[in-house]
């Protein structure tokens, strides 16, 4: 476990970033920072500026079809997380940058499952195209798997069971938030924790359900309110 995802996983994301300027001048590493901070984004709701000022470096930092590829990819979700948070609608630009990074990726690309699951993002939360997310999120999941990528898996386990749930199937609903929740466990992904423990809490008996909001609550007080938006769902009425 490096020190940048322990730093990462406990939402110290500005502390994982500074290490990373150590290689500055490397794509890889380049790609790493502007992805922890736009993360940081997604969690906070700030931090924009700094996301947009090293995705630019990342981007002219390119040299190959998958460096431009992935940094595509990275454009695309820090416009959708504009979008979706309410920060700025880049809806557009979103979709424009995801498509840059398919044309751009190889099909067998390790970043390809990242790329379907942002895609699947943007079909379910933008275009409110149920079909085309489940679709976009079980290829990126077949390819988060075989890859062992178990951090995106937590993810297209969510999003899948969100839209079963949303169709009324609880029992497979259950058991997505259930894997998702089990996987960020394992992996110590301390910031994505609360958000399963809510997810799971909607498909629980009512008893059951207080457990896992009240742990999610405890959760989101130790990391100082993160994330800021299930900080406020979670908040005594």
Do not use: K
């Not at 470096?57 to 940094?71: F, I, V």
Request: aromatic share 6%; net charge negative.
């Amino acid at each position: 476990m490096s020190d940048v995802w322990r730093l990462r996983s406990r939402g110290c994301w500005g502390e994982a970033a500074r290490l990373l300027e150590v290689d500055a001048n490397d794509p890889g590493s380049a790609l790493e920072r502007t992805a922890v901070l736009i993360e940081q984004c997604m969690f906070t709701s700030s931090g924009w500026s700094e996301a947009e000022d090293a995705l630019r470096a990342a981007e002219a930092l390119a040299r190959t079809d998958e460096q431009r590829g992935a940094a595509a990819c990275e454009r695309g979700h820090l416009a959708y997380a504009s979008t979706v948070l309410g920060a700025r609608d880049r809806a557009d630009e979103a979709r424009a940058a995801l498509g840059r990074g398919a044309a751009l990726l190889a099909l067998d690309s390790p970043n390809r499952p990242l790329l379907d699951f942002r895609r699947g993002l943007i079909s379910e939360h933008l275009s409110h195209n149920a079909p085309a997310a489940r679709v976009a999120y079980r290829r990126a999941h077949a390819g988060a798997t075989e890859a062992g990528d178990d951090l995106l898996c937590s993810f297209t386990w969510r999003h899948l069971a969100g839209l079963a749930f949303q169709d009324g199937d609880l029992a497979e609903a259950r058991h997505g938030f259930t894997e998702s929740l089990r996987l960020r466990e394992q992996l110590g992904y301390l910031v994505g924790v609360a958000p399963a423990l809510t997810a799971l809490a909607d498909v629980e008996s009512e008893v059951e359900a207080a457990r896992l909001r009240a742990e999610a609550a405890r959760l989101v007080q130790l990391l100082g309110g993160i994330p800021v938006w299930l900080s406020n769902q979670l908040a005594p009425t």
